[in-house]
């Protein structure tokens, strides 16, 4: 009999689309004078005093497994900052673990309270994990499109339409990839009262709030009912720049992150130790160089939504992250026809908005996390392409 490794696969995996994100990063890797706007990673560097504290560890021979959960030292750490940025104070001893990145946080806590059977809404369009995450628990991924009109915010309306008995768990992905959408205070005070009696638990995935530019970002946990109905997702790859690095972490009740520790001592068993207190050093010390990424990701947020619109793209005003999501309807083709005819002609790489959602057709994610000179240059290919394709 024929060996079929294929047919031992769970139709779960095998069924998963890959990233609608590679396919273009792997592109432009192999073009020579290409300009790619479409990974979402930090082009800073790692700062100086955090890289040191890495090396420090070595020297020093921390090379060996960390608690579970993380350093004490860390979580304290954590603790603190979460306290002081989003008002919201965890018990570093039981209710925060330090995960393998952000998205080891989202798994972990996916995988703890969702399985056959239940419902997991994903408003999109969001980042390109959640939806496969929650497909490999069992649950069924429930997608919540949200519009332009509403600068894809998530709204009462949008929100009542899609609960039902079976809703088990929500992502709450603000600030957004790719839209760059931010929930403020006002925004949230209106869908609180729709969760806070329900039990239903609710992943803030806030890897981006340190990069908000429309005042400091709000959690959904500081609200009345809202912590322990709340597990408040971060890491360092963003705000940092310490991508490589692989660290994040969840707070929350600890009933569930009781539960997402078990899962994680089995399967990961600690977070890289020398990041760990490459991270104490980042959360104690580096806040200055934090707001002097921010503000730079800000001004480059304005050069870029100036040229899409000088392009003649349509684009709302992104608020939050360190992305834009144009509209390609001026030149009639779809998201996909746009990003291939673009990368091959003008050697821009951009992604097409369907990989984060159905919702996206039609529109492009591009991430201003790059140079100035490199954006201002790509805007200009990109305005000169609109040009020729204008219908």
């Known amino acids: 009999m024929t060996f079929s490794p294929k047919g031992l696969l769970q139709p779960r995996v095998r069924d998963l689309p890959p990233s609608g994100i590679r396919k273009f990063f792997d592109l432009v890797n192999e073009m020579k004078d290409a300009i790619s706007l479409s990974v979402g990673e930090p082009d800073f560097v790692t700062p100086w005093r ?15 497994y960390s608690p579970n959960a993380g350093f004490q030292q860390l979580r304290q750490s954590i603790a603190r900052y979460l306290s002081r940025s989003i008002g919201t104070d965890y018990d570093p001893a039981n209710e925060i673990i330090v995960t393998v990145g952000g998205s080891e946080a989202i798994d972990l806590a996916l995988r703890a309270v969702a399985g056959p ?41 949008k929100l009542q339409s899609v609960l039902t008995d079976r809703t088990k768990a929500i ?13 403020t205070r006002e925004d949230i005070e209106k869908i609180v009262p729709i969760l806070a009696d329900r039990d239903i638990l609710v992943l803030s995935d806030e890897i981006y709030s340190e990069l908000s530019y429309d005042g400091p970002h709000v959690s959904i946990s500081t609200f009345p009912g809202m912590r322990n109905r709340t597990v408040v997702m971060n890491g360092f790859s963003k705000a940092f720049a310490m991508t490589g690095w692989r660290l994040g972490y969840a707070a929350g009740h600890p009933d569930i992150i009781g539960a997402m520790y078990k899962i994680h001592q089995y399967g990961i068993m600690c977070a890289p130790t020398t990041a760990q207190y490459a991270g104490i050093e980042a959360l104690d010390h580096c806040m200055d160089e934090v707001a002097e990424m921010s503000r730079e990701y800000n001004r480059r947020r304005r050069v870029m939504l100036k040229g899409f ?32 005819k673009l990368l091959m002609e003008e050697k821009v790489a951009l992604v097409p908005g369907e990989a984060f959602g159905d919702c996206g057709h039609g529109f492009v994610r591009a991430c201003y996390a790059y140079s100035v000179d490199n954006i201002t240059e790509a805007m200009v290919r990109v305005k000169r392409f609109v040009e020729k394709y204008r219908k």
Not at 128 to 152: H, I, M, N, R
Not at 314 to 332: K, Q
């Open 50 to 64: 955090v890289r040191e504290a890495g090396i420090y560890s070595l020297e020093q021979g921390h090379t060996h």
């Open 309 to 340: 619109r000088d392009a003649g793209m349509d684009c709302f005003e992104a608020m939050g992250a360190f992305y834009l999501f144009p509209l390609v309807r001026v030149t009639g083709m779809t998201s996909a026809e746009f990003c291939e």
């Open 117 to 157: 059977g239940d419902e997991v809404i994903i408003p999109e369009p969001s980042f390109v994990a959640y939806k496969p995450c929650a497909t490999l628990t069992g649950a069924t991924a429930v997608s919540l499109p949200l519009d332009e009109k509403d600068q894809f915010k998530l709204t009462p309306e």
């Open 171 to 183: 992502i709450f992905p603000f600030p957004n990839n790719p839209t760059g959408a931010i929930m």
